[in-house]
């Protein structure tokens, strides 16, 4: 099993820029998270969704947008990106909220 | 409103002394509570649950809830232990982490 898989793993956008990150679980997880990690602020959640079809905003939403139409991806959207959202993301999964999440390796985004 | 207080971004200590990462929160209800952590070039990955009471890697965490606490605890510190830690509490769907320390364990 490969667990939680992150696509791309480094990238540079200019302002303005758009893109997409994929996350992909193999493990029949029905909860996925969109999380972004900044010095000093700790882990902070942007996206989540608790089955395929659904999703919700976490607490920094602002300038993303997400869709799950698989229960295996849930892809993260910048369709705008600013310098505000260089970032390191995490995606994770889990069978149920009060279980272990399985994080990826990170995405490192980088906005010029 | 719930939230997760970790007062240290960085705790340094020696091999062999003892180690206490804390762990503040603010919760209405019954708290479920963890600690993430985070090795050098790893994934974040869980390292344990208030629920079940484990010893992992020779830490250990109660939770206190007259002091809403659930600090991470080891008695004797390695090198291997040097890591960036997270608390976590479960808020319903979904965890609300804190901002981490991150503990550097000196020869």
């Known amino acids: 099993n490969a667990g939680?898989?992150?696509?791309?793993?480094?990238?540079?956008?200019?302002?303005?820029?758009?893109?997409?990150l994929l996350c992909a679980q193999d493990m029949n997880h029905e909860y996925m998270y969109w999380y972004r990690q900044d010095p000093g602020m700790?882990?902070?959640?942007?996206?989540?969704?608790?089955?395929?079809?659904?999703?919700?905003?976490?607490?920094?939403?602002d300038g993303y947008n997400v869709s799950r139409l698989k229960k295996q991806n849930f892809l993260l959207g910048l369709e705008s990106a600013a310098p505000s959202q260089t970032s390191v993301y995490f995606c994770a999964s889990s069978y149920s909220p009060g279980d272990e999440q399985y994080f990826g390796p990170g995405t490192r985004l980088t906005v010029t | 409103a719930q939230r997760v207080t970790q007062p240290e971004k960085l705790l340094s200590v020696f091999k062999g002394a003892p180690v206490e990462l804390k762990c503040n929160y603010s919760y209405s209800g019954s708290p479920e509570l963890f600690w993430y952590v985070q090795y050098s070039r790893q994934r974040l990955q869980l390292?344990?649950?208030?629920?079940?009471r484990e010893s992992i890697k020779g830490f250990t965490a109660d939770l206190n809830k007259g002091e809403t606490s659930?600090?991470?605890?080891?008695?004797?510190?390695?090198?291997?232990?040097?890591?960036?830690?997270?608390?976590?509490?479960?808020?319903?769907?979904?965890?609300?982490?804190?901002?981490g320390t991150r503990l550097q364990v000196f020869p």
């Open chain 1, 4 to 20: 939680v898989t992150q696509t791309p793993k480094f990238r540079v956008l200019k302002t303005g820029q758009s893109m997409t």
């Open chain 1, 42 to 61: 700790g882990l902070r959640l942007i996206h989540y969704s608790v089955g395929e079809g659904t999703t919700a905003k976490g607490e920094v939403p």
């Open chain 2, 47 to 52: 390292l344990l649950r208030h629920i079940s």
């Open chain 2, 70 to 99: 659930f600090h991470l605890k080891k008695p004797f510190a390695q090198e291997e232990d040097s890591a960036m830690y997270y608390c976590a509490l479960r808020n319903t769907d979904k965890l609300i982490f804190g901002t």
